[in-house]
């Protein structure tokens, strides 16, 4: 999912205006959102013929492998995620843990609804493998059209898309408001160019048509059967980013984005592949096994060449940027949600609210890019590693959308199984070829997942165990309150204590009268409430409850998409007494030092992960735009 657009408004209703509207979307679309699966051509076709298992170039392989291509892109991005997934939103949100929240709220007292939500999270996880990989493939691969211009810039290939990455993760912090408008009119031009380059070939080779005919992917399985599956990992390329169209509704809206997809980008697509599909038939065999070792530059005319490198230079690089706003937008999602501990987010637009910058996740997305480059030196290298990311979130989406159908659409089971049941062959298969690359580079991806979701399980259930370790102990507050208002000074003003559960004394509150010794007249326990929604409707935003004696419970209820601005909620909250003067209000915080427990909840080696990760998070202030001046922090320590 990225971010480098904003929520996507509701068009008006009918007439000139509401289509003006839908197709200025559909084209905002077009350059945020089909980046990544509109630079598959640069090497989805290729590495089919001349990756680590090179299949002949005769008409039966090219027919059966162009045949593939149109249909998984059919059955997989068309069918699967534009027909049927962009129908189960969550509030027009979608993506992995997006669907999570909608399908928990269905089935959450399950006694299998823990089992959807470690789905979710690890396609979540799987994910930023995918947010390595897309980069540094995206880019090399761009720029590996050199070779093809000219032999003599082999030895540049390399600085120079190190030097392009590095300058895309630097320019990050300063967000993309004002590049993002170029975005679409770049792949517009390109989508464009690439049709044109596919329709020359097929105009020349018509007999490429041919390979529409089902019947041609069929027998690629007849004549090769164990090479025909393992070519499955590399076809599946042409499809990567299937899984951004359905994260990326929420800024467009389902219907601009399928009037995008199939008005304008699935048709360039397929007319590139078929165009490629047709030179390497047309060409003598001598020529095709040159051109096949970079078939899409080839589709161009020596003198069009080089102008083709810098076009597709241009548009791997918007093609990154969409990835990397996505990481930031997954990860802003996975702390709202509690499986990420806070971290710094700084918001890049003083008018778009999705337009944020993670300085941790930006460098670390980096490092890892720039160790891939020198690592696998070579896109097709590279492409080894990719398949089993994405293959992985697909079959994962496959999976939950199974639960999807039965448990929040209600559908029978003898319908929704044959759906679910194809989908499975089919991304299932795609998932089991690219299994058989993991020695030759599908560990990182895997590797990289396993780390993010065993990061992400820890916060969460160590956040968990704490909450109830704090709650065992702590005070109903309706008796502290009763209790304190004789047994301590009052004094003016008003005292916040920020408290993780609506139920209970905050630490901070037992610990400030209790060294202090003094209550302010006015003492509110606010909780923070992330929903299983997207956003909340304003006047849902605050609850409170007046306890008497100056004391208030309140909460604040956020979605998982919003920021989390407390002064501005508070500043809409009128009901605890009277305004919230920031200059007379003072925040109080507690922080939690984790001490061993002689009877662990859970392993030792995960708590010191909780910890280390404890340790390192955002201050509470920073991430609820606290005042600075007007912040009191007080410890405690918690065994879990």
């Known amino acids: 999912m990225n971010d480098t657009a904003a929520p996507a408004h509701q068009p008006p209703p009918g007439g000139k205006s509401h289509s003006a509207s839908k197709a200025a979307l559909a084209v905002g679309a077009i350059g945020i959102v089909f980046g990544d699966i509109g630079t598959s051509p640069l090497y989805a076709f290729r590495e089919t013929f001349a990756g680590a298992h ?18 998984s892109m059919t059955l997989v991005v068309s069918i699967q995620y534009v027909t049927i997934l962009m129908r189960a939103d969550n509030k027009g949100q979608g993506g992995s843990l997006a669907l999570v929240a909608l399908i928990s709220r269905s089935i959450s007292q399950s006694k299998y609804g823990w089992m959807a ?38 030895r540049f290939v390399i600085p120079i898309a190190l030097v392009l990455l590095v300058f895309l993760f630097v ?19 390109y989508f464009s160019v690439i049709a044109a380059l596919g329709t020359w070939q097929i105009v020349q080779t018509p007999a490429i048509l041919w390979a529409l005919n089902p ?8 004549l090769d059967g164990w090479l025909a599956f393992l070519a499955l990992g590399s076809v599946v390329l042409a499809v990567t980013g299937s899984e951004a169209l359905y994260s990326d509704m929420g800024h467009f809206g389902r219907g601009p984005m399928r009037l995008s997809w199939f008005g304008f980008v699935m048709p360039c697509l397929l007319l590139n592949y078929f165009g490629q599909g047709a030179m390497i ?17 080839f589709l161009a005319a020596e003198e069009w060449r080089l102008p083709l490198v810098l076009l597709a230079t241009v548009a791997t690089f918007i093609a990154s940027q969409a990835v990397i706003s996505g990481a930031f937008s997954i990860t802003h999602q996975a702390i709202q949600m509690g499986y990420i501990p806070r971290l710094n987010i700084r918001h890049t637009s003083e008018t778009e609210g999705g337009q944020i910058y993670i300085p941790v996740v930006n460098w670390a997305l980096m490092v890892a890019v720039i160790v891939l480059v020198l690592t696998f030196q070579t896109s097709s290298n590279l492409a080894n590693a990719y398949g089993i990311a994405v293959t992985g979130a697909v079959t994962i989406d496959t999976l939950l959308m199974a639960v999807l159908l039965v448990g929040v659409w209600k559908w029978r089971w003898w319908y929704a199984a044959p759906v679910v049941l194809l989908f499975l062959i089919v991304d299932g298969a795609y998932f089991a070829a690219n299994l058989t690359k993991v020695a030759a580079g599908g560990w990182f991806p895997l590797v990289v997942g396993l780390v993010a979701f065993t990061l992400l399980t820890t916060w969460a259930r160590g956040r968990k165990l704490m909450r109830e370790r704090m709650s065992e102990s702590a005070l109903p507050l309706e008796i502290f309150a009763k209790s304190a208002k004789n047994s301590a000074v009052r004094v003016p003003g008003t005292a916040i204590f920020m408290a993780s559960s609506t139920a209970g004394v905050p630490s901070a509150l037992l610990h400030n009268i209790k060294h202090n010794k003094v209550l302010h007249e006015r003492v509110v326990i606010l909780t923070i409430n992330i929903v299983d929604e997207p956003y909340v409707d304003p006047e849902a935003r605050c609850t409170m409850t007046d306890l008497g004696d100056g004391f208030y419970r309140s909460v604040l209820n956020y979605g998982f998409m919003e920021e989390t601005d407390v002064p ?12 919230f003067d920031m200059m007379h ?18 392993p030792l080696w995960r708590e010191k992960i909780f910890a280390w990760l404890l340790r390192n998070s955002a201050s509470a202030m920073d991430f609820f735009k606290l005042p ?5 922090e007080l410890g405690s320590q918690v065994e879990i």
Not at 123 to 143: E, K, Q, R
Request: hydrophobic letters at 50%; aromatic letters at 10%; one cysteine or more.
């Open 281 to 297: 038939i047309g060409l003598p065999p001598e020529q095709a096994a040159q051109a096949i070792l970079n078939p899409f530059f």
């Open 117 to 154: 939500v470690l789905l979710g999270v690890f396609a979540t996880s799987l994910f930023y493998g995918d947010s390595m990989i897309t980069p540094a493939i995206s880019v090399l691969s761009a720029v590996e059209g050199l070779r093809v211009v000219d032999t003599r810039f082999e």
């Open 585 to 602: 209000t003072s925040f109080f915080l507690s922080r939690q030092t984790l001490l061993p427990s002689e009877k662990p909840a859970m």
């Open 215 to 222: 019947w041609h992917a069929i027998n690629f399985f007849i």
């Open 54 to 71: 090179p299949l002949a170039l005769d008409n039966a392989h090219v027919l059966g492998v162009v045949s593939l291509i149109f249909w």
């Open 171 to 189: 320019i990050q912090k300063r967000g993309t408001a004002k590049v993002g408008a170029l975005f679409a009119p770049v792949m517009i031009v």
């Open 628 to 632: 600075t001046n007007r912040v009191v």
């Open 568 to 579: 501005l909620g508070l500043k809409k909250m009128q009901r605890c007494g009277g305004e």
